[in-house]
């Protein structure tokens, strides 16, 4: 017998999310922050064949290069966990994955939690340099849609730690290496 | 009796779906009795208020601009591609 909640709690979350990207998209568009074709979307098989056919070799920054395929698969499995794609045309250029907290007292979750960001490995992709940005500003609206109050970003590199400072991140420290950065969501 | 290599593939295989955690009916009741807002309203204040992107300076996006460090995030033990 099919899994009815379960299905039912996939279609609500998906929901959210789209509201959230198309918001996301307009916003980048509005403000000329992006000024080539851009689609943000949730993740699905398209998704992992296309990063398996076109993300080939290191990442620019020498970090990176995760198991995606792994990464959404085990995202896909919670209804409520971020996941998005960037796209422009037919260009993979980006991806994310993360979380939302447990669902407290009234469905409110507190913290969204962004694990995984990655963009595209070819150094000429039409979206270079914005792929972080955007997928923070889907998180963030994500979350309002669910009631988060915070963001945050879990294991940032250290090297640029001084920049997500600088955009209203604080830091959160443990033996010395970065745990996480966090930023108040306005509810 | 089965050997290792026989049950190995069950514990391969993807973990079953996790349970979903939506509201349940009494938890929304309850919700709009104390008056936090609906999907609806929700959505209607983020389509009305500036985003994050729309919160960035000019010097914040010229910041981020030439760093291909800031366009990943994960641990340093995250799951690595197989070639």
């Known amino acids: ?187 | 009796m089965r050997n290792r290599a026989s049950v190995a593939p069950i514990f391969a295989s993807p973990a079953p779906p996790r349970p979903s955690d939506t509201p349940s009916w009494g938890e929304r009741l309850v919700a709009r009795l104390l008056g936090l807002p609906s999907l609806e309203e929700a959505e209607r204040r983020l389509r009305s208020e500036p985003g994050f992107i729309a919160s960035l300076t000019p010097e914040q996006i010229e910041a981020i601009n030439g760093r291909d460090e800031f366009e990943v995030l994960g641990p340093r033990n995250g799951p690595k591609r197989k070639f």
């Open chain 1, 1 to 187: 017998m099919p899994n009815l909640h379960f299905w039912r709690a996939k279609q609500d979350y998906a929901r959210r999310r789209r509201i959230a990207y198309d918001t996301v998209r307009g916003e980048a568009a509005q403000t000329g922050f992006i000024s080539v074709p851009l689609r943000i979307e949730e993740t699905n098989e398209h998704t992992v064949a296309a990063w398996q056919a076109t993300w080939r070799g290191p990442h620019p920054s020498g970090a990176g290069s995760w198991d995606w395929d792994r990464l959404l698969r085990r995202a896909w499995r919670r209804p409520s966990a971020f996941h998005v794609a960037i796209w422009s045309g037919e260009v993979l250029c980006g991806l994310g994955v993360g979380r939302v907290s447990k669902r407290r007292a009234f469905g409110l979750r507190h913290t969204i939690s962004v694990h995984f960001v990655e963009s595209a490995h070819d150094r000429g992709h039409p979206l270079r340099y914005t792929i972080a940005t955007l997928v923070i500003a889907a998180a963030v609206a994500y979350g309002k849609l669910l009631g988060a109050t915070r963001i945050r970003l879990i294991e940032p590199l250290p090297g640029v730690i001084p920049l997500y400072e600088r955009l209203g991140f604080t830091v959160a420290w443990k033996a010395g290496q970065p745990v996480y950065c966090e930023r108040r969501i306005k509810p």
